[in-house]
Antibody, heavy 126, light 107 residues
Framework: EVQLVESGGGLVKPGGSLTLSCAAS????????MSWVRQGPGRGLEWLGR??????????HYAAPVEGRFTISRDDSKNTLYLQINSLTTEDTAVYYC?????????????????WGQGTQVTVSS | EIVLTQSPATLSLSPGERATLSCRAS??????LTWYQQKPGQAPRLLIY???TRATGISGRFSGSGSGTDFTLTISSLEPEDFAVYYC?????????FGGGTKVEMK
C-alpha cells in the first residue's frame, strides 16, 4: 500500500523553527518527485515547494511567499522527505501535507498530487 | 500567477441529483487541470487529472471536461459519500495553484 506519514508538527512560538518529516512506503521513493502543500484554518490549499528525485537532479522549486524561509530535502536511504520552516509566523499555522508529485521527467506540464499524507498540524502562537 | 476561480462556493443538492462544478482559470491552462475531493478531517484525494482522466479507483459517476480556461466537474448522481469539498489545481505554470473550492452539501 502506498503511504505517506507526516510527523513533527506541534505548537511553536513566533520566530521559531520546525522540521517536518514524511515517511514514505509502498513505492520507490528514490525515484519520486515530492512536494509539500499546506491548508490554513478554514482556507484552501497552498502549494509550497517541490523536490525532484536525485536521479533527476534533486533540485527544488518553491512558491515565492515561502522561498528563503522553507527548505525541502530528502533522505532516500530513509525513504523520508523533510520540510524545514524558519522564522515562523502566525500565518504559517496550517495542516501540512506531504504529497507525491506526479508527472515528472519527460511528462508535459508540471505536477499533480497523488497520494497525500494525512497531514500534520503546525500551530504558531505565543 | 494563474488564479483559479471555482463556482459556486456551495452547492446544495440531494442524493441522486446531478452536480455540476465549475473552475475558471485567469489564463489558459490547456488541459492541465486536476480535480481533488476533500472530506472533513481527511486529506484531499485525486479524482481527475488532465481535465478528464479519472484516477485509479475513481467511480465513473465522476467526469471532467473543458480546456483552456473553463472546466467542469460533473457528478452524475450524488451518493452520500460524495458530499465534500472539491478543489481544482492547474499544472501549466509556476506556482502550482488551487482554486478556492466548492462545497457540495446535502440539501
Amino acid at each position: 500500500e502506498v503511504q505517506l506519514v507526516e510527523s513533527g508538527g506541534g505548537l511553536v512560538k513566533p520566530g521559531g523553527s520546525l522540521t517536518l518529516s514524511c515517511a514514505a512506503s509502498g513505492f520507490t521513493f528514490s525515484s519520486a518527485w515530492m512536494s509539500w502543500v499546506r491548508q490554513g484554518p478554514g482556507r484552501g490549499l497552498e502549494w509550497l515547494g517541490r523536490i525532484k528525485s536525485n536521479g533527476d537532479g534533486g533540485t527544488t522549486h518553491y512558491a515565492a511567499p515561502v522561498e528563503g524561509r522553507f527548505t525541502i530535502s530528502r533522505d532516500d536511504s530513509k525513504n523520508t522527505l523533510y520540510l524545514q520552516i524558519n522564522s515562523l509566523t502566525t500565518e504559517d499555522t496550517a495542516v501540512y501535507y506531504c504529497v507525491r508529485s506526479q508527472c515528472g521527467a519527460g511528462c508535459p506540464g508540471l505536477n499533480w498530487f497523488d497520494p497525500w499524507g494525512q497531514g500534520t498540524q503546525v500551530t504558531v502562537s505565543s | 500567477e494563474i488564479v483559479l476561480t471555482q463556482s459556486p462556493a456551495t452547492l446544495s443538492l440531494s442524493p441522486g441529483e446531478r452536480a455540476t462544478l465549475s473552475c475558471r482559470a485567469s489564463q489558459s491552462v490547456s488541459r492541465y487541470l486536476t480535480w481533488y475531493q476533500q472530506k472533513p478531517g481527511q486529506a484531499p484525494r485525486l479524482l481527475i487529472y488532465d481535465a478528464s482522466t479519472r484516477a485509479t479507483g475513481i467511480s465513473g459517476r465522476f467526469s471532467g471536461s473543458g480546456s483552456g480556461t473553463d472546466f467542469t466537474l460533473t457528478i452524475s448522481s450524488l451518493e452520500p459519500e460524495d458530499f465534500a469539498v472539491y478543489y481544482c489545481q492547474q499544472r501549466i505554470n509556476w506556482p502550482l495553484s488551487f482554486g478556492g473550492g466548492t462545497k457540495v452539501e446535502m440539501k
